[in-house]
Structures are given as structure tokens and as C-alpha cells.
């Protein structure tokens, strides 16, 4: 008889493979103008990025009220996504084709 013995992964290395690092390239700032759109590299989907907003309380004592808490908006940050501004969902397609993106959905 043959007998076989069964291989268990080491839970350790399994669990360093799954670290997931996203990696900021960059900031910019908005364009007027402009509408920042998001590019799945996976599925190849084009859309508008989405926003949250926070109150941000800044020290302003030239404003009429400097108690006023201002609104800050952050980009929701997807997992293979890039993003860029351009002016509407046309103008955003050339600029993936013209960066090298051919599979637009």
C-alpha cells in the first residue's frame, strides 16, 4: 500500500501573499472645469470618481466667521484603478487611447 501524506500551506507565508500594498504615485489639484474619472485596468470600465466629504475646521480669522468649519472632498480609492481629470466621458476614452488603454468597456 501506497500511503500519501497531505501538504498544508504554512498559514504565515499564505497570509504575506494576501497583503494587498496600494501605492500613491501622486496628488493633483482640480481643474475647473474638469470631471476626475476612474479606469479599472481589470475590467476596463470607465467612470466618475467617487467623493466623500468632511468638515475640515480651519484657523481663518480674516473670514467674517472663522468658527465655520470648511468641506474638504477625498477621492474614494479603488483597488486597480487609475484616475484622471478630462472634460466629459468622450474626451476621457481618447485620453486612454492615447495613453495606450485599448480595451474600454
Given at each position: 500500500?501506497?500511503?500519501?501524506?497531505?501538504c498544508?500551506?504554512?498559514?504565515?507565508?499564505?497570509?504575506?501573499q494576501e497583503k494587498?500594498?496600494v501605492e500613491?504615485?501622486?496628488?493633483?489639484?482640480?481643474?475647473?472645469?474638469?470631471t476626475?474619472?476612474?479606469?479599472?485596468?481589470?475590467?476596463?470600465?470607465?467612470?466618475?470618481?467617487?467623493?466623500?466629504?468632511e468638515k475640515?475646521h480651519v484657523?481663518?480669522?480674516?473670514?467674517?466667521?472663522?468658527?465655520k468649519?470648511?468641506?474638504?472632498?477625498?477621492?474614494?480609492?479603488k483597488?486597480?484603478?487609475?484616475?484622471?481629470?478630462?472634460?466629459n466621458?468622450?474626451?476621457?476614452?481618447k485620453?486612454?487611447?492615447n495613453?495606450g488603454?485599448?480595451?474600454?468597456?
Amino acid at each position: 500500500m501506497i500511503q500519501t501524506k497531505s501538504c498544508k500551506a504554512d498559514p504565515v507565508a499564505i497570509e504575506q501573499q494576501e497583503k494587498k500594498v496600494v501605492e500613491l504615485l501622486g496628488t493633483t489639484r482640480k481643474r475647473p472645469g474638469l470631471t476626475l474619472f476612474e479606469y479599472n485596468k481589470l475590467t476596463g470600465e470607465l467612470n466618475k470618481a467617487a467623493f466623500t466629504e468632511e468638515k475640515v475646521h480651519v484657523a481663518d480669522f480674516s473670514a467674517k466667521n472663522p468658527e465655520k468649519p470648511t468641506m474638504r472632498s477625498k477621492v474614494v480609492i479603488k483597488e486597480h484603478c487609475i484616475y484622471f481629470q478630462a472634460l466629459n466621458m468622450a474626451n476621457a476614452s481618447k485620453k486612454l487611447i492615447n495613453a495606450g488603454c485599448t480595451r474600454i468597456v
